[in-house]
């Protein structure tokens, strides 16, 4: 290292170990117990009030802080030097959402085993998830494809963890505000416990170093240097999967501190893996005292999960490091596929009614334990069936967006979930909820209108000035949904909702839908299906490619806003009515192009035929699989679409 870059190494070390001095002493003078900073400076070194709160509640919540951020940071640098990935992290890998889920099983199925081994726990869902993604993203860990990976797999471990904490309610009730990441520790035992782990592997990840940055020229450079790549490789896993399952058991899942700092850290010139996780170590820990000053800022005397805060902030960083990733990926005009021996529609079509008159009757006359045909019983009429009748229609609705958006894209992963619609659709409901605490919830949809307007105009100006790159378009989907849900948790902290009713709410669930409902949601499906089956002939066109299209007279770019608005607005009256259901519009258009092909009119009328069937199905399951309890909509779709989900990634290229 240079004199000059020693320089000025040292000079950014001393300068971010102020700022965090500065935010710990803001820290320690937050909570419910008010004093100064002046009160802190001169009455903690002497027993009494001020002392016996820093030391028994906010200072063990500062300690903890700094480690985990600081873990975090050093393990998400890790991840990027090893998957050569910017937008490698515990949390964009699933690695967190793998932990957390484990904990939340062991919590419920082994409490005992939880209580004497946390760590061990949270680190084998690590190591789970860690090995989905090695396995599901292939060897040339191609950075985008590497995060939507895991996305797709935090999808299908925060779903199940979603569906057994309504289902264990009573265990799990702590567990919904340390879910999304809260520094709140009662005593010492958590610092206690984490502290050496961490300082193990941080040692670890410092031994590891120089071989990181001989990996860093090449691995057969690396090699020929007589370097082990496989086992510097194995132990710089093992050194970042520690980092973060012990974060995790501790703190929670806590996301974007490892994508963020060590970015931060190599844009302020720092080279050399010694030095990158110091500083990473050091911003790590400064981004995570941060969010969790400004979270106690914006809601005083309540809990607002750092996570959330960290994601708030993460999310334009993510958008932004999508951007800057996109510009060395080549555009895409992939053909969105399809059977080249198509089902005729008036084959298909016969065949899916009758499953949907058979999946309707059955729901209509089933409740789990025992079957009536009386549909004129008050609570089967003005219950059960515009119930029924919801589920389907919404199930429509979804599986139109899905084709619309999947088809204006060239996007085989687009769908008004995974490309943030839904998530921001949740976001400006709540947010709606929060300002105007009295208003009637047949208002909220002007709020999820607003959510999802604000997600439309980002996908549309991020996608246009990148020409519509399908893995670009996800990618920005990955940080507008985790922007849209951390939004969402902070509302509900700040509306004060009840934890099964904001689960049951973001989940997406049917329950309790009226005749009112159903007049809805067939009025404005009947509005806009006419505007969605209208571009199907320019969809066509699209599929061939840009030149080809202008070269037929049709305008892209018209085309384009206008199929992204009709499917935004579909996937709006959809979280109005159930709340954030996904998956549906991913599922059904790509079985219905294994039926019928790629031609955007029979897709459409085969893909809403295959969507409502589904909703309804998953709807009858919600029902009876745990009567007289219920699973949600939403997290039923989840679970069944989410290894779908994996298996189209697997498969593309």
Not at 150 to 162: C, D, H, K, Q, Y
Request: hydrophobic share 55%; aromatic share 8%.
């Amino acid at each position: 290292m240079s004199k000059k870059t020693a320089n000025k190494s040292f000079v950014i070390l001393t300068g971010g170990f102020f700022l965090l001095i500065l935010l710990s002493i803001i820290h320690l003078t937050q909570g419910q117990a008010e004093y100064s900073i002046s009160e802190l400076l001169s009455e903690v070194w002497v027993e009494g009030r001020i002392q016996d709160i820093v030391l028994s509640f906010r200072l063990p919540r500062l300690v903890i802080g700094i480690l985990a951020g600081g873990a975090l940071a050093v393990s998400g640098a890790a991840l990027q030097t090893l998957t050569k990935n910017p937008l490698a992290a515990p949390g964009t890998l699933g690695i967190n959402a793998g932990a957390f889920f484990f904990v939340v099983a062991s919590t419920i199925f082994f409490p005992s085993f939880l209580g004497n081994f946390p760590f061990l726990t949270a680190l084998l869902g690590a190591i789970v998830s860690s090995i989905m993604v090695v396995m599901l993203a292939g060897r040339q860990m191609e950075p985008v494809r590497v995060a939507l990976t895991g996305m797709i797999i935090s999808l299908m471990f925060a779903s199940v963890t979603g569906a057994m904490q309504l289902l264990f309610e009573n265990k799990t009730n702590g567990l919904f505000l340390w879910g999304s990441g809260t520094l709140v520790q009662l005593n010492w035992n958590g610092i206690i416990f984490a502290a050496p782990v961490i300082a193990i592997a941080f040692v670890g990840a410092l031994l590891l170093a120089k071989p990181l940055d001989t990996l860093s020229l090449g691995e057969d450079i690396a090699t020929s240097l007589g370097q082990k790549v496989s086992v510097i490789k194995l132990a710089t896993w093992g050194v970042a999967i520690v980092l973060a399952a012990v974060t995790v058991s501790v703190v929670g899942p806590i996301g974007f501190i490892g994508l963020m700092a060590p970015h931060i850290v190599r844009m302020l010139g720092i080279k050399g893996h010694v030095m990158i996780f110091v500083h990473s170590f050091l911003w790590g820990a400064i981004m995570m005292i941060g969010a969790d000053v400004l979270g106690r800022i914006i809601q005083p005397g309540q809990e607002v999960p750092v996570g959330a805060m960290t994601a708030l902030i993460g999310g334009p960083w993510l958008l932004y490091l999508a951007w800057k990733t996109a510009r060395s990926i080549k555009r895409s005009e992939r053909q969105m596929g399809g059977t080249t021996s198509p089902i005729r529609l008036k084959v298909i079509v016969p065949t899916l009614i009758t499953m949907i008159v058979l999946s309707v009757i059955i729901a209509f006359s089933y409740n789990g334990t025992e079957w009536s045909m009386n549909w004129t019983n008050t609570y089967i009429w003005n219950f059960r069936i515009p119930r029924v009748l919801t589920s389907f229609i919404v199930g429509v609705i979804l599986a139109v967006t899905g084709v619309l958006l999947q088809g204006v894209l060239r996007n085989p992963l687009a769908d008004a979930s995974v490309i943030g619609v839904t998530s921001m659709g949740g976001a400006g409901a709540m947010l709606l909820l929060v300002m105007f605490p009295a208003i009637p919830a047949a208002f909220m949809p002007l709020g999820a209108i607003f959510g999802s307007v604000v997600a439309l105009l980002i996908i549309l100006v991020t996608a246009w000035k990148n020409n519509f790159q399908p893995m670009l378009v996800a990618l920005m989907g990955i940080a507008i949904s985790a922007f849209g849900s951390a939004a969402t948790q902070v509302f509900v902290v700040k509306a004060k909702l009840a934890v099964a009713a904001a689960l049951v709410w973001l989940s997406g669930s049917t329950y309790g839908k009226g005749w009112d409902d159903v007049y809805y949601a067939l009025i404005l499906l009947v509005i806009f299906i006419g505007p969605a089956i209208y571009m199907t002939r320019k969809l066509d066109t699209l599929t061939f490619g840009d030149d080809v299209a202008s070269g037929l007279g049709v305008s892209v770019r018209s085309a384009r806003v206008w199929s992204l608005v009709i499917g935004v607005a579909l996937s709006t009256i959809a979280v109005c009515l159930v709340g954030t259901i996904g998956f549906i519009g991913l599922v059904a258009p790509h079985i219905a192009r294994r039926l019928v092909g790629f031609r955007h009119l029979p897709l459409i009328i085969v893909s809403g035929l295959l969507g409502g069937l589904l909703l309804v199905i998953a709807d009858l399951l919600g029902r009876i699989v745990i009567q007289p309890n219920e699973i949600p909509s939403g997290l039923i779709v989840a679970v069944i679409g989410t290894p779908y989900l994996l298996y189209l990634l697997r498969k593309m290229k």
